[in-house]
């Protein structure tokens, strides 16, 4: 509850201070328009040719697509600015006065900074996911549930990975290269992964989930996710909460010298 | 000046050893994007039956990891660097110095690609093997591809360089910088070939540069044009590449005459 | 005496430190079999500090100051030894220690740049769970005592460094801490504002008698706050106790000031009673030693009779203490 509370509060002082740049909020609005549209404008040109892709058909895919946009779109929202300005903490020693408050150190540096903005993208990936599930079934009840316990993991399943690499700064300090592996496979979730080859498909729901994390939301919503597909999602994204944490920790006591 | 290329060589490539891994990471990393959409148009022909119009799914392969190559070896991000230069006031040193901050960009550029090219072609193998490309480039078309790739990386260059001038006068060159590469993205051949872009949006592709940028040299790379079309296209490109080399020069003029002007 | 708010024994930190060669062949060796090393920051301590205490922590750089307070504070486990603050073993990080301790370093800042402080003091008051009341009391004290009005409300990126450090400070007390470890608090800071930082500090220690625990470049800041002081250098206590007694164990000399009349300084050649360690006009200084300082200045007194205008017989200035006792490197053990 006093989480909750701390996060509405970090959310507010940077939302205070984003709009003091209207011009900014604007023209970073502008592009999160282009960017969605314009891959709108890619998912049509394939679907010129075809009207199935893999079992996906338009509507689906622009859910898929909305779900993308939702995932990235949290990602740059909370995660992005939070771990980069941990990786910031680590290189200045400023890391320190997280550590120093009563209150989980995970929580305080993980979760401390938005960019409000891209509640933007997340709102207008919503809308792409709304206008392609018009396009298929109706959405009951049950779906419903189901898209957002899965939307949920999505995200628990992109911050466990962002943690896990960003644990990686407590050694090495530089470690840009290493979340650059997010950023490239983070692009792979436009399309379902079920569509690429092997190796690739792999990873992408393994090693980086990035696959997973919206194609599975993208398939609970038009009830095409069981619920024995959804309980490895919802068991998956704990443990992967769970693992990352750890290693966390393992970092942090590295930090501070206890298992020097 | 052939000794002051030969200066700036030497000091870009002691430079870029520094960097060697992470430049063949971003250069792995980037292949990721066409494999994505080569992945898309793989299950789409395999939705139609094994082809989509002209393309069949060892088409598209090749097409992609044609682009693949286009892409690295026609890339260029000065945009964000000359911003920042710019914004931190360390354009005016580099203006004062009796060589254009040009010549800087081009040789970091053509550094930067000749110590990605092995390991990128090692990789774009591997790509080629697991999607089973099948290129039908006859001899003459890897000999329109050199002087194509050279037009269609000057002329990302030359663009980019445009882009970058307008740091001149706006701080927002990131928002520029976006609108530019989603045109790239839509019109240079990333999310299609350009044959396969439907009606209106092909005929607008044939008209704007970005397509004589990428997907021009790449689909020679790949053979998917004759021989005749090829020489047409390449002299589109060189067209294109002049009136870039004229625009930079207007702007680049009246850009820094205007940021002397306010005095940085 | 009660139970000390500060008990440290026997306290080491040892890092380990990989040696890296230059240029990629180094490097790749390197990778594979590191070449390391131990560094004894601090090499076994041990000290006392009772409840509203304001001691000084000195020691050149790399003595090992900031080791001790980072261990202190709990963001740095120790090697072996032991210690305790307010009853807490730090580096465990329970709530309720951090709650009531505050670590300030002057060149670091946690405020939030782009964001006046107020709103980052709301922040802290989330976080330390501060109720709203104390809360609005404590900020009231601080903005009074820092002179704040003007500044919480505006970017901290537009302060000036003596303002942001004062925002920083009131940041760092938003809780109220029973123990605050100062670490060069007025370092880079200009002398008129490292006089108000000071003030501010022997201030506030009155008020709340918070224990303070500070390292200083500054000795001024030392000798303004500090009755007691500790000294460590490459990791060893040197001396632990009244700032007073700092010259009399450390430095084994006394200076001598002698003034002498007009026209006798060219006659009179001073170095049979001392070292002569300065000349200016008249007035020349000389190192004696401590014990025979009496007795010299009695000499000087007599023999120069007339000729002597005024005489003083000092402990050598702080800094100069320090000083010698750094470069002579010398390591012993305090009681």
């Given at each position: 509850?006093r989480y909750?509370?701390?996060l509405?509060?970090?959310f507010?002082t940077?939302l205070q201070?984003?709009?003091e740049?209207?011009t900014n909020l604007?023209?970073?609005?502008?592009?999160i328009?282009?960017?969605i549209?314009?891959?709108?404008?890619?998912?049509?040109?394939?679907f010129n040719?075809?009207?199935?892709?893999?079992?996906?058909?338009l509507?689906a895919?622009?859910?898929?697509?909305g779900?993308f946009?939702?995932?990235?779109?949290?990602?740059?929202?909370?995660?992005q600015p939070?771990f980069e300005?941990?990786?910031?903490h680590?290189r200045l020693?400023t890391?320190?006065?997280?550590l120093?408050?009563p209150a989980s150190?995970?929580?305080l540096?993980t979760l401390?900074?938005?960019q409000?903005?891209q509640l933007?993208?997340?709102?207008?990936g919503a809308?792409?996911?709304?206008?392609g599930?018009?396009r298929?079934s109706?959405?009951?009840?049950g779906?419903?549930?189901a898209?957002?316990?899965?939307?949920v993991c999505?995200?628990?399943?992109?911050?466990?990975l962002?943690?896990?690499l960003?644990?990686?700064?407590f050694?090495f300090?530089?470690i840009?290269?290493l979340m650059?592996?997010?950023w490239s496979?983070?692009?792979?979730?436009?399309f379902?992964?079920?569509i690429?080859p092997?190796w690739?498909?792999?990873?992408?729901?393994?090693a980086?989930?990035v696959?997973?994390?919206?194609?599975?939301?993208a398939?609970?919503?038009?009830g095409r996710?069981?619920?024995f597909?959804?309980a490895v999602?919802?068991?998956?994204?704990i443990?992967?909460?769970?693992?990352?944490?750890?290693?966390w920790r393992?970092?942090l006591?590295s930090?501070?010298?206890?298992?020097a | 000046m052939?000794?002051?290329?030969?200066a700036?060589f030497v000091?870009q490539?002691?430079?870029?050893?520094?960097?060697r891994?992470?430049?063949?990471?971003?250069?792995?990393?980037?292949?990721?994007?066409?494999?994505?959409?080569?992945?898309a148009?793989v299950?789409?022909?395999?939705a139609?039956g094994?082809?989509?119009?002209s393309?069949?799914?060892r088409?598209f392969?090749a097409y992609?990891?044609?682009?693949?190559l286009?892409?690295?070896l026609?890339?260029?991000?000065n945009?964000?660097d000359?911003?920042?230069e710019v914004r931190m006031?360390?354009?005016?040193?580099?203006l004062?110095r009796p060589?254009?901050?040009?010549?800087?960009?081009?040789?970091?550029?053509?550094?930067?690609?000749m110590?990605t090219?092995?390991?990128?072609?090692i990789?774009l193998?591997?790509?080629?093997?697991?999607?089973d490309?099948?290129?039908?480039?006859t001899?003459?078309h890897?000999?329109?591809?050199?002087?194509s790739?050279?037009l269609?990386?000057?002329?990302a260059?030359?663009?980019?360089?445009?882009?970058a001038?307008?740091?001149f006068w706006?701080?927002?060159?990131?928002a520029?910088?976006t609108?530019w590469?989603r045109?790239?993205f839509?019109?240079?051949?990333?999310?299609?070939?350009?044959?396969l872009?439907?009606?209106?949006?092909?005929?607008?592709?044939?008209?704007l540069?970005?397509?004589?940028?990428?997907g021009?040299p790449?689909?020679?790379?790949q053979?998917?044009v004759d021989v005749p079309?090829a020489?047409?296209l390449?002299a589109?490109?060189?067209i294109?590449?002049a009136?870039?080399?004229a625009l930079l020069?207007?702007?680049?003029?009246?850009?820094?005459r205007?940021?002397?002007?306010?005095?940085? | 005496?009660?139970?000390?708010?500060i008990?440290v024994?026997?306290?080491r930190k040892?890092?380990?430190?990989t040696e890296?060669q230059?240029?990629?062949a180094?490097?790749?060796?390197?990778?594979v079999?590191?070449q390391r090393r131990?560094v004894?920051?601090?090499a076994g301590?041990?000290?006392?500090?009772?409840?509203?205490?304001?001691?000084g922590?000195?020691g050149?750089?790399g003595?090992?100051?900031?080791t001790?307070l980072?261990v202190l504070?709990?963001?740095l486990?120790?090697?072996?030894?032991?210690?305790h603050v307010?009853?807490?073993?730090?580096?465990?990080?329970e709530n309720?220690?951090?709650?009531?301790m505050?670590?300030?370093m002057g060149?670091?800042?946690?405020?939030?740049?782009?964001?006046?402080?107020?709103?980052?003091?709301?922040v802290?008051?989330?976080i330390y769970?501060?109720?709203?009341?104390s809360?609005r009391r404590?900020?009231?004290?601080?903005?009074?005592?820092?002179?704040?009005?003007d500044l919480?409300?505006?970017?901290?990126?537009?302060?000036?460094?003596g303002?942001r450090?004062?925002?920083?400070?009131?940041?760092g007390?938003?809780?109220?801490?029973?123990v605050a470890f100062l670490d060069?608090?007025?370092?880079?800071?200009?002398?008129?504002?490292q006089?108000?930082i000071r003030r501010?500090?022997a201030e506030?220690?009155r008020r709340t008698?918070?224990t303070?625990?500070?390292?200083?470049h500054y000795?001024?800041d030392v000798?303004?706050l500090c009755?007691?002081?500790?000294?460590?250098h490459?990791?060893?206590?040197l001396?632990?106790?009244p700032?007073a007694?700092l010259?009399?164990?450390?430095?084994p000399?006394?200076?001598?000031?002698?003034?002498?009349?007009?026209g006798?300084?060219a006659?009179?050649d001073?170095?049979a009673?001392?070292?002569v360690?300065?000349?200016?006009e008249?007035?020349?200084?000389?190192?004696?030693?401590?014990?025979?300082?009496?007795?010299r200045?009695?000499?000087?007194?007599?023999?120069?009779?007339?000729?002597?205008?005024?005489i003083?017989?000092?402990?050598p200035?702080i800094?100069?203490?320090?000083?010698?006792?750094f470069?002579e490197e010398?390591?012993g053990?305090?009681?």
């Amino acid at each position: 509850m006093r989480y909750l509370r701390l996060l509405a509060l970090f959310f507010r002082t940077e939302l205070q201070y984003e709009l003091e740049y209207r011009t900014n909020l604007a023209l970073e609005i502008v592009q999160i328009v282009v960017i969605i549209t314009t891959s709108v404008g890619a998912v049509l040109i394939l679907f010129n040719y075809t009207t199935v892709l893999n079992g996906w058909d338009l509507g689906a895919m622009l859910v898929l697509l909305g779900c993308f946009y939702l995932v990235q779109g949290f990602g740059e929202l909370v995660l992005q600015p939070s771990f980069e300005k941990f990786m910031e903490h680590v290189r200045l020693g400023t890391l320190d006065f997280a550590l120093l408050k009563p209150a989980s150190a995970q929580f305080l540096v993980t979760l401390r900074n938005f960019q409000v903005v891209q509640l933007g993208q997340m709102g207008l990936g919503a809308v792409v996911a709304i206008v392609g599930l018009g396009r298929i079934s109706t959405l009951g009840p049950g779906e419903a549930v189901a898209f957002a316990v899965a939307l949920v993991c999505g995200f628990v399943l992109i911050y466990a990975l962002l943690l896990a690499l960003s644990t990686f700064a407590f050694w090495f300090v530089r470690i840009d290269n290493l979340m650059a592996i997010y950023w490239s496979f983070l692009d792979a979730g436009r399309f379902p992964v079920d569509i690429y080859p092997g190796w690739l498909r792999v990873t992408l729901s393994t090693a980086v989930p990035v696959g997973v994390a919206v194609t599975l939301p993208a398939q609970a919503i038009s009830g095409r996710l069981d619920l024995f597909g959804l309980a490895v999602l919802v068991v998956g994204s704990i443990a992967a909460f769970i693992l990352s944490s750890l290693f966390w920790r393992v970092g942090l006591r590295s930090y501070t010298g206890a298992s020097a | 000046m052939i000794d002051v290329y030969r200066a700036l060589f030497v000091g870009q490539i002691q430079a870029a050893s520094q960097y060697r891994v992470q430049s063949v990471l971003w250069m792995l990393f980037s292949v990721i994007r066409p494999v994505i959409f080569l992945a898309a148009w793989v299950a789409v022909a395999n939705a139609q039956g094994g082809r989509v119009a002209s393309y069949d799914v060892r088409d598209f392969a090749a097409y992609y990891v044609a682009l693949s190559l286009v892409s690295n070896l026609a890339t260029s991000w000065n945009a964000y660097d000359f911003e920042f230069e710019v914004r931190m006031g360390r354009l005016s040193p580099k203006l004062l110095r009796p060589l254009h901050p040009i010549h800087y960009a081009v040789v970091e550029n053509i550094v930067w690609k000749m110590t990605t090219i092995i390991p990128l072609l090692i990789v774009l193998g591997f790509v080629a093997v697991t999607f089973d490309a099948r290129f039908r480039a006859t001899p003459v078309h890897l000999v329109l591809f050199v002087p194509s790739v050279i037009l269609g990386g000057s002329l990302a260059f030359l663009g980019g360089w445009v882009i970058a001038t307008s740091a001149f006068w706006t701080t927002r060159v990131h928002a520029v910088s976006t609108l530019w590469d989603r045109a790239v993205f839509i019109f240079a051949g990333q999310i299609a070939p350009l044959a396969l872009l439907p009606g209106a949006l092909q005929t607008i592709a044939l008209v704007l540069p970005f397509g004589y940028m990428r997907g021009v040299p790449a689909e020679i790379l790949q053979g998917a044009v004759d021989v005749p079309t090829a020489m047409l296209l390449i002299a589109v490109q060189a067209i294109w590449v002049a009136i870039f080399y004229a625009l930079l020069q207007v702007v680049w003029r009246v850009g820094v005459r205007q940021y002397t002007g306010v005095g940085a | 005496m009660g139970e000390p708010i500060i008990d440290v024994r026997d306290l080491r930190k040892t890092f380990r430190v990989t040696e890296r060669q230059e240029g990629l062949a180094a490097t790749l060796r390197s990778f594979v079999r590191r070449q390391r090393r131990d560094v004894n920051a601090v090499a076994g301590i041990t000290f006392r500090i009772e409840a509203g205490e304001v001691v000084g922590f000195l020691g050149p750089n790399g003595a090992g100051k900031t080791t001790t307070l980072k261990v202190l504070s709990g963001l740095l486990y120790p090697t072996a030894g032991e210690a305790h603050v307010l009853g807490f073993v730090p580096w465990r990080r329970e709530n309720a220690y951090l709650q009531q301790m505050t670590l300030l370093m002057g060149n670091r800042t946690q405020l939030v740049w782009d964001i006046p402080a107020a709103d980052s003091f709301r922040v802290l008051q989330e976080i330390y769970g501060v109720p709203d009341e104390s809360f609005r009391r404590t900020v009231g004290e601080l903005t009074e005592l820092l002179e704040l009005q003007d500044l919480v409300h505006k970017p901290v990126r537009n302060l000036s460094l003596g303002e942001r450090m004062k925002v920083e400070f009131a940041a760092g007390l938003i809780q109220s801490p029973r123990v605050a470890f100062l670490d060069e608090p007025t370092i880079g800071l200009d002398v008129s504002m490292q006089s108000r930082i000071r003030r501010f500090v022997a201030e506030y220690n009155r008020r709340t008698g918070a224990t303070i625990l500070l390292t200083s470049h500054y000795m001024d800041d030392v000798v303004a706050l500090c009755r007691r002081v500790i000294v460590i250098h490459h990791g060893h206590l040197l001396y632990d106790g009244p700032l007073a007694d700092l010259a009399e164990r450390m430095a084994p000399y006394k200076i001598i000031t002698a003034t002498l009349r007009d026209g006798a300084a060219a006659t009179i050649d001073l170095a049979a009673y001392g070292t002569v360690t300065g000349r200016d006009e008249g007035r020349v200084t000389l190192k004696v030693d401590r014990q025979g300082a009496p007795e010299r200045a009695a000499r000087l007194v007599n023999e120069l009779g007339e000729n002597l205008a005024d005489i003083s017989v000092e402990d050598p200035p702080i800094e100069e203490v320090i000083d010698r006792v750094f470069s002579e490197e010398r390591v012993g053990t305090a009681t």
